[in-house]
């Protein structure tokens, strides 16, 4: 069973999460294009993972430019829904314990 004050560090790891990616997002781009990423499983075999391409990908859907986001990985669009959902449950869990 996670003890209350883990729960609670976990929950504020999650709530800052919205912030950074607001940060990140307005961030320009440092050249992140250009850097060839490292992939264990590219090495060994030569095909391309499933998330070979996401950093790139959601670097790219944070600014808006969605063509180029698919191009990279067409997974990134999901990945970003998945988190907004999990960062707003986690918003809407802290807000209900403050009210109880």
Known sequence: MIEPRQRTISQIEKLLALPSVVVYALLP??????????????????????????????????????????????????VVIILAIVWLTTIMSVYRQKGS
Do not use: K, V
Request: negative net charge.
């Open 29 to 78: 781009d440092l050249g992140l294009q250009s850097i060839q990423a490292f992939c264990i499983f590219r090495t060994l075999t030569g095909l391309e993972c499933w998330g070979c391409g996401m950093t790139r990908a959601l670097h790219n859907l944070l600014h808006l430019d969605f063509s180029t986001s698919i191009a990279h990985n067409f997974l990134a669009a999901p």
